[in-house]
Each structure stands twice: as C-alpha cells, then as structure tokens.
C-alpha cells in the first residue's frame, strides 16, 4: 500500500532511526514517533495510521503489549511487534511472548529490521487487515439478507457442529446462537415425524450428519411421506414445520458445511401448500445467497442502486417472466405490469428506489398488482424492500420479496360475499317467521325467549313473557285435551326441549283470559344444539288443530255408535282443517319443523318410527359438512340415504360422486381417488382428473368402505384429516371442499378388533352414525313399499294393476325379507310381470313367499267358534280400542302401534264399505 502511514512506538533512539529511514525509503509515511504506549494510545487516537510498529519490550505506565491491545481492540489499527531475538535477555523472557501472543498481533518482526523483510511484513499485514474488514463487512451484509427472510436457517460445519443461527431459528427452537454455537445440532434441532401426538424421532437428520451421507446435496421433509414433521423446541412445544438439509462441498466432494431451512407451518395447513424449499450455503458467499433465495417461496430480486440486477430467484420469475428486468428502471412496470390494486395506475419503481431505499428507508407489505403475459389473469402481491448497506452505512443495493396473496384475497371476497349470503337468509327467516300460519317460539337455555313469531302470539292470545319456564303452563292456560286436566310443565314440549329431548305431536288445549274459549293445539319440539353438540335452547312449532279435534271427537263417536253414514262430512272436515294450518309450514327452517311432517327424502319411503329417527338423523347430516357413517344390512337403500343427505345439503349444486371400495382392484384405487399426471406411471399417457377431484364443492360416497385395503385406509385418513391431496405422480397441494360419506354391511368395530381396519380411520368417519334398519323391524312401511314398487313397474310395463290383494299382503307381512328392501321390490317387480289381474295375487309372489303357510285366523274372541272374516275382526279391534281410548284418535292410533293416518284411512275404508 503506497505511502501507508505508519505509527513508530520504540524508546531506543537508535532503532528509530533504523527504522524510519527504512520506511522512508520504500516511500512510506511515518506520521509520528513516540517512546511510551500512553502515547502511542493518544497518537494512534489522533492519527489513525493504517499501521503502528510497537516495541515489544517497551515499559512505561502502559507496556508495549497493553498499548498494542488498546490500539488493535479500540480503534481498529493493525499493530506489529518490533522484537529483538538477538538478544539473549530477550529469550529469557517467556512470559513476555505469551502475552504478547495473547493479545493476536498481526505479526512480529525480528531484528535486524532488513528493508525487504520490513516491506513484505507491512504490506502482509495491511493486506490481511483489509481482508479480514471486508470479511466483516459481508458478514454483516449477509447477516442482514439472513435475517430478512422469513424462513429459520441453521449452519453447521463438517461435523454437525452449530456455526450460525438466524433470528427466526433462535425463536422457533427457543435457543440463542451464543448457547449453541459449537453444539451438535441435532442436541438442538429435535426434528421428529408422526401424526396426533404419536412422535418418533427423525434419523434423516442424525445419519446425514454423522455419517456424511447427504448425497443427492439435499435432504427435506418431504422424505416423511405418510407424516408430518414436527420441531420439539427448548420448551417443549410441537411447531409443525417442513425443512430442507443442503450440504455444500469443496472441489474433491469432500462435505464442509451443511445448511437446515425450516419454517412453522401451521398456519400454512389449510390454506396454503407446503412452502418451498429453503436452502442455504455458507462456503461460497454467492452460492450461499443463491441457495437459500432458489428454495424460497417467496420471490426475491436484489437490486444495485443503478437497477443492475445483481440476482433472481424461480419465484420472482414465475411472477415477473423468464428474463430479468432489463434497464432502465423507470421501464419496468410497463415491461413486467406491476400496478397498484386499482389494476389501472403502473407503480413508479425508479422513484421507490430514489426516493425510499437510496435514503436507507424499508419499504414494508405494499400490496401491489401484477398483470403480464407470465400471468394474465393478474395476481395480487405484497412486496417488502430492505435497503443493504456496506461497512459505512451507506445503501449500496436493495433486496425485495414479493409474496403471492391472491388466494388470501379470493378467501377475503369469499367470506364477504358468505357475510352477505347469511344477512339474507336472516332476513329471509324473520319473513318466514312472521308470515307462516304455523307458531314458532324458541327460547335458549336460560328460558328467555328468542324467537315469538306473530302466529304464535294470534293462536295463544298472549305475547312473550319474563318469566321462568316453570310458569309458563299457568300463564299461557296448557291443558290436557279434556280441557280440565292442567298440562304438567316439566312436560311442555317447550321445557322438554331445554332438557334435550324432543317431542312429536302433542295435543293441548289452551284457554286463558285472551282466549276464553281456547283452543285445541300439536304441539311438536327440538332441542337447539350448536356444531359441537352442546345444547343452546329449544324451539316448538305448533298450530290451531281445534276444527279437526271437534271433527276427530264426532267421528269416533260416530264410529263407536255404529253412525258411520257422518263419518264422510267429518273426514272432509278434517281434511279442510288440516289444510288450512299447513300453508307456508315448507318454508321454515329444516332444523325447526318436525321432521316426521315436514322432510324432502322423498325417494325414501317410509313412516315408520325408525325410519323418522334415520330422517332427523340425515337431516342433521345434510346441514353440516360432517363425515358421516351409513351402516346396515344388504338392501337396506344404504346409497339412497347418502344421494338424500347430497340432494338436502348445501352441496346440492356439486357432484355426487361414488366410489365402490369392493369393485376397485387394489393396484388401481390410489390412480382412481387421486388421479395421476401425465408419465406417473407406464401407459399414464395423460394427466387424469379422478375421483376426489371430481367430488370437489360436492360429496364423493366411499360404498362399501369396510373393503377397502389397509394401504389405502392410511391414505384415506390423511385426505379426511388435510382435506388435500397430490395427484400420483404430481407434486402440487390440491385444496379439497367435500363431504364425505361412507356406507358398511360389516361390522367394522369388530374389524377394527380383528385388525382388518384402522382404529383411527373408524374414528374418523364414524363421526355421526346413520343406521338403515332392515325392513323387518319396520314391517308397517311394507304396504306403504309395496304399493310404491307396485306403481313403478306396473307403469313400466303398462299393466293396470290397481292393487295387492289381502293374501298377497299378508304373505308379505309376515315374510321376514333377509334381502331388506331390495328383496321386496325385485319381488313386486317379479308379481308384475306375471299377474294378469287387477289384484296382484299370492301365486305370483316368489316362491319362498308365496309357500309361506297362512298365519292362523284371527278371531276377535279367541274362544269363539266362528271364523269371522278379516274386516269385520279389524273393524271390532278398531271400535273396542276406541272404547278404551275414550274415543280419543292419538291414543288408539299409538296403541294399535300405527300411525293416525292410517286410522284415518281405515276408518274410512269402513264407511265406503257400510255404503256400499
């Protein structure tokens, strides 16, 4: 270094006259001499040489060696000892070089002091001292680009020992770089693999570190295939993450560094894909930046202050093209589209960088929009710029980082726009409440009431009330239908609800100063319970049924008289009654109306009390996103329950899509479900949408679930617990929106027990269990069936079949129907074909069926010796159940064990035949 200014600290005269005039000759400066260190300390303070010459023997107040500490340590100015080794004092003295040696000169230089050796001593050492500041001052660089990305990095050397730590690092694992630099890492970073808490500890990490077998240059988590990665950090806290191990080798292959990426995950898991990976290198400065920015997922650019691109990562280009921003800067939003949100006004980034980062300002989170030909529909993005500085604090480029958010804006308008949705129907609601005939009143758990609606203020003749549920039959007037008896409050369908129990079609009689003359009421109630079945109040729907009650009351005593030529006028009364307070009732909300009066199964048939607990059930199913279990035997319409759940749910809209576990053979169920890429696979000639795919914003039904492999099963329960999937051969997240339905015959709690199933798997879909009954516990829905299967295919084949004979009803009855529903109908289907009556007789039944000997008569009197014929004995079973019901239709209906409908229609059936 030419004209170096140069600091003499040295007592004797002598070798100060050496030395300078050496120095002089080889044209250096020699800015001052000085014989004390207390000197030397103020000279150097003052001065600032580029380098001090020192005797290393020097006494005083402060010795040589102090004053070459303070110089080096204070002020940063390299020091070189001046020492005679031809004296052989000098040599005595051990304790002087070790201290010397302690305080890390540059180098010493021994006597005599030869022009060559004081020449190739100094430049040495300014050489080294100006390297060893600019490895500082990128250092420093470095550290700041480190600490500016968002993802954990972790260095080690050769032998897995910790070398650097970023900020992010320190706070996921809970350590600081000062308590582990020098400390294995895997004694800190404590990566292991599992799923709900069942851990194991990763070896991936512990055997490319102690065995140097990081091969391929990268490691990730992706290597845990079947599960997720987790960090336990210094305090025991499970952070889900995904990390990248790279190692970074010399010339001969030889390993030297490594560098581990990570990030915290979870808030990543629903709604957005795995991040990219994050690699880093520390033995090359330009490769360490290049590694960890090529793995980001973020994209990232630095930029000189002129706009020179110094570098790019994939994911800046996959924003803003292939090729990099050219020159000038003042071009680049038209060149690249950035705009601001409106879309419309290009952003000015020449004057960003004059203007904000040339003064050393950040620029944080500024939401802009880019339109161009790499995207052509435009993505949204927030870009952040941090200005870097050299070792003198002056901006010398700029690193920015833009990040994708338009998913995170499709999601904001998406839950905008279901804000709104939800605003309508709450409106919608209050329009049904108030206008529907029907009185609807709910309460919550306290007892205060929620919802009073005008219908149910008109037919009590009182409004809401504060007062507790126990008051409420008092204050309302709740009788028995006899009109005497005070109805019970702990039995209200209303407080009953409170409990948790519902109520179907209670009978009461009001009256009350508003209504003196009361009213007759049915009452039906629910229980309100919240998504996690906690209970939050409960509702009742009731109507003004007084004209049907008269009517009822007339006609069963009619009946009981034997006056059944005014059973007709009465039954046309009731149907009049029951008319007029049913308009409007399909408009209330499906989880506040009965639903054995008001469902839209209707390609299920059925009345019975079974069948009414599987509506309710569905129902519930239908109005959430719930992976519900469909069990029960072969025949049992186990696929028309989940088409129902489909067609009443929210999803009605999207596809039903099924999937047979027990058709699929196992080498192609995984390409079936998930689809495959183009070249997954030998004849994978073409990228395939399959079945999870094409159930999405709908439901895919898993029939027959009990046979699906045990592979497949974990792979199932990944898709239920993630709601993603990878398509085989693919390596991009796909996002899923489905319900999905299962349905078994088996046993799958005993298959769970013999190993045949996953535990966890059958926790997962068992999540609400439907049942089909089989037909033979519910044997009162098989005329109803019958005469369903009997219409369908005598208009199939154009047969005027009208009916199915007693007989022929009776064998059906009494059959048991291992084959449930699906046997009932193939044999309604097969009577079809062979009856040539109007009646479909016995004989054309199967012949399991038809074979069937006859059940013994049926004798109202069981000591009589007359066989009556079967309508007369029905019709005294019905008048001596009326007599002991006190005429009253409810009870006689629930004691004979069938529905009123069906009293109805019987006792109708008499009067045409008395007619007659």
């Known amino acids: 270094m030419a004209h170096a200014k140069i600091l003499i600290v040295e007592d004797k005269k002598s070798i100060v006259e050496t030395v300078e005039t050496r120095l002089k000759k080889l044209e ?25 010459l ?53 180098q010493y230089l021994p006597f005599p002091y030869g022009g060559r050796k004081l020449y190739l001593v100094i430049e040495s050492v300014l050489y080294k001292h100006r ?99 987790y960090l336990i950090a210094k305090s025991g806290r499970e952070i889900p993450i995904d990390y990248n191990i790279t190692s970074i080798k010399d010339e001969e292959d030889n390993l030297t560094d490594t560098v581990i990426t990570f990030r915290d995950i979870a808030k990543y898991k629903t709604i957005q894909e795995q991040s990219n990976q994050t690699i880093s290198e520390l033995r090359q400065q330009t ?34 093209g292939t090729e990099p921003p050219g020159s000038p800067p003042s071009k680049w939003s038209e060149r690249h589209g950035v705009f601001y949100p409106d879309k419309e006004t290009r952003v000015p980034i020449d004057q960003y960088l004059s203007a904000h980062i040339a003064r050393g300002e950040a620029i944080r989170d ?16 927030k870009a952040s710029v941090l200005p870097l500085f050299d070792e003198n604090q002056t901006v010398v480029a700029c690193v920015c980082i833009v990040r994708d958010i338009t998913k995170d804006k499709i999601a904001a308008i998406q839950l905008e726009q279901t804000m709104q949705k939800l605003q309508d129907q709450v409106r919608l609601t209050d329009t049904i409440f108030n206008s529907i005939s029907d009185g609807v009143i709910a309460a919550d758990t306290s007892g205060t009431f929620t919802i009073f609606n005008p219908s149910a203020e008109s037919i009590l003749g009182i409004g809401p009330i504060d007062t507790t549920p126990d008051k409420w039959s008092d204050h309302y007037g709740f009788f028995f239908p006899d009109r005497i008896t005070p109805f019970p409050p702990d039995d209200f369908p209303l407080v009953r609800a409170l409990k948790g129990e519902a109520s179907d079609e209670v009978d009461m009689f009001v009256r009350n100063p508003e209504v003196p003359d ?27 049924v007084t ?82 279990l469909i069990s029960g035997e072969s025949g049992t319409g186990k696929e028309l329950v989940a088409r129902a759940i489909h067609a009443n749910s929210s999803r009605k809209g999207g596809a039903f899509i099924t999937v047979n576990c027990a058709a699929i053979p196992e080498t192609l169920i995984e390409s079936e ?61 796909i996002p899923l929106d489905i319900q999905v339905l299962t349905a078994t015959n088996q046993d799958l709690e005993a298959a769970v027990e013999a190993g045949t199933f996953r535990k966890d798997l059958f926790y997962r879909i068992a999540a609400f269990p439907i049942k089909a009954p089989p037909l033979r516990d519910r044997r009162e829905d098989i005329p109803l069936l019958a005469h369903h299967f009997l219409q369908k295919y005598a208009e199939k084949v154009t047969k005027s079949i009208k009916a199915i004979s007693a007989d022929a009803l009776r064998l059906l009855m009494e059959y048991n129907f291992p084959g449930n529903v699906r046997e009932l109908e193939n044999s309604i289907q097969r009577a079809v074909l062979l009856e040539t009556t109007e009646q479909l007789q016995p004989n054309n039944l199967p012949p399991q069926i038809s074979s069937m000997s006859s059940s013994q008569p049926i004798l109202f009197h069981p000591d009589s010796p007359v066989v009556l014929p079967f309508e007369e004995v029905e019709r005294q079973v019905l008048a001596h159940a009326l007599k002991l019901m006190d005429n009253n239709l409810t009870k006689t209906a629930q004691a004979l064990k069938i529905d009123r409908s069906t009293l109805y229609r019987k006792l109708k059936s008499y009067q045409r035949a008395a007619s007659d």
Request: proline content about 3%; glycine content about 8%; hydrophobic content about 40%.
């Open 54 to 106: 020192i005797d290393l023997e020097l006494e005083g107040e402060i010795n040589g060696i102090e004053a070459a500490e303070r110089i080096r340590n204070s002020l940063d100015i390299p020091t070189v000892y001046l020492a005679d080794y031809s004296n052989p004092v000098f040599l005595t003295k051990e304790d002087l070089l070790k201290r010397a040696k302690i305080t890390n000169p540059f």
């Open 673 to 733: 479900l998930f689809g495959h890429e183009q070249g997954a696979f030998t004849g994978a000639t073409t990228k395939r949408i399959r079945k999870f795919e094409q159930a999405n914003q709908g439901t895919i039904f898993f029939d027959e679930i009990g046979d699906m492999h045990w592979d497949m099963q974990a792979k199932l329960l990944r898709v239920l617990q993630e709601r993603q999937i990878q398509r085989v051969g693919g390596a991009t997240t």
């Open 547 to 628: 004209h049907r009650v008269i009517a009822e009351e007339a006609l069963t005593q009619a009946f009981a008289q034997g006056q059944l030529e005014i059973v007709e006028p009465l039954l046309h009364n009731i149907r009049n009654a029951i008319n007029s307070v049913t308009v409007g009732s399909d408009d209330l909300p499906k989880d506040l109306v009965d639903k054995r009066l008001i469902h839209s199964f209707d390609e299920i048939v059925g009345n019975s009390t079974n069948m009414q607990q599987m509506f309710a059930a569905m129902q519930r199913a239908a109005e959430s996103d719930i992976t519900v």
């Open 28 to 52: 250096y400066t020699v800015c001052a001499v000085v014989s004390t260190g207390v000197e030397a300390v103020e000279k150097a303070a003052e001065l600032h040489p580029n380098i001090v």
């Open 131 to 229: 390297m060893e500041k600019e490895s500082e001052a990128y250092k420093q660089r470095r550290t700041t680009i480190l600490d500016g990305i968002p993802e954990a990095v972790i260095a080690t050397d050769n032998k897995g020992l910790i070398t650097f730590m970023n900020p992010v690092a320190e706070t996921l694992t809970g350590w600081e770089l000062e308590e582990v630099s020098g400390k294995y890492v895997t004694d800190v970073l404590n990566i292991y693999v599992g799923n709900e808490g069942n851990f194991e500890k990763s070896t991936f990490l512990i055997e490319a570190l102690q065995e140097e077998s990081i091969t391929t240059g990268s490691l990730s988590s992706a290597s845990e295939v079947n599960y997720d990665t």
């Open 287 to 320: 490769d360490l930046m290049k590694t960890v920015f090529d793995s980001m997922y973020d994209g990232i650019v630095v930029l000189s202050l002129t706009g020179q691109v110094l570098f790019v990562n994939p994911s800046i280009q996959e924003v803003f």
């Open 366 to 381: 500024e939401e802009l929009f880019v339109r161009n030909k790499e995207q052509t529909e435009g993505i949204h993005v």
């Open 518 to 544: 009361g009213v007759f009421i049915s009452v039906s109630g629910r229980p309100l319970q919240d998504e996690d079945g906690a209970e939050k109040g409960g509702v009742i729907v009731f109507r003004d």
